[in-house]
């Protein structure tokens, strides 16, 4: 069955700090790994795309970073800023003929505060 | 450029009514999507369509949930009779490119609760 895990559920840390957000997948083969914010309230917004030849992305103070041999993503976030605070969820799509049907994480609530 | 736009943003209904939502893509979005976003939870797909067709609505509850998309563009998912599970957001997504390929787009999202 393709899953894709997160890890931490949620995460604190103070503003100006650096984090990384975990994913695993074993989702195979895929086309691309994604990682979207969700602000409360709002839609998912994509931050980073990186297709399974790419090892790492960035995305101002956001870098990504894919590892196909161990299925592994991360998302690092560079010294934080409140606006932050948001919902990161790590995104897999399927190669396509496997329908291409987008495969998502449960996410990772970080709060950043002051 | 206008984004995804979703109403009402948010919904109180009592169970075993009914409810509808409304979704307009982005312009020229020839694949629109539904998903159910349950608290603390990622998305799961509902419903998928290019253009008006459906591509895949095998995770949608066909006894209770219904979907369409007029003329390509505007889409509703209905839900009759609703249950207190189906308390969740609809968030709804468009692409410009075939299901699975190009990023999706998505919508602020319906906040359901079903009392």
């Known amino acids: 069955k393709n899953q894709v895990e997160q890890s931490p559920q949620s995460l604190i840390i103070l503003e100006g700090k650096n984090c990384t957000l975990q994913c695993n997948y074993t989702v195979s083969p895929f086309s691309n790994l994604r990682w979207y914010k969700q602000d409360t309230g709002r839609g998912p917004v994509s931050l980073t795309i990186?297709?399974?030849?790419?090892n790492t992305k960035s995305n101002g103070r956001y870098t990504a970073t894919l590892d196909a041999d161990t299925k592994q993503s991360s998302l690092h976030i560079t010294a934080s800023q409140l606006s932050d605070s948001a919902s990161y969820i790590c995104?897999?799509?399927?190669?396509?003929?496997?329908?291409?049907?987008?495969?998502f994480g449960q996410g990772t609530e970080l709060s950043v505060k002051p | 450029e206008a984004g995804v736009a979703q109403s009402p943003r948010y919904k109180i209904i009592e169970k075993r009514q009914s409810v509808a939502f409304w979704c307009n893509p982005i312009?020229?979005?020839?694949?629109l999507y539904w998903y159910q976003q349950i608290l603390g939870q990622g998305p799961k797909l509902l419903i998928q369509?290019?253009?008006?067709?459906?591509?895949?609505d095998s995770q949608l509850p066909k006894d209770r949930f219904s979907a369409e998309r007029l003329k390509g563009v505007d889409s509703t998912l209905k839900i009759q009779p609703a249950k207190l599970e189906d308390s969740a957001v609809y968030l709804c997504a468009s692409s410009l490119h075939a299901p699975g390929q190009g990023t999706q787009y998505f919508g602020p999202g319906t906040r359901l609760l079903v009392l």
């Open positions: 995104v897999v799509t399927p190669s396509y003929n496997q329908g291409g049907k987008l495969i």
């Open positions: 369509f290019q253009n008006n067709g459906v591509v895949d």
């Open positions: 312009s020229g979005h020839a694949t």
């Open positions: 990186m297709t399974f030849s790419e």
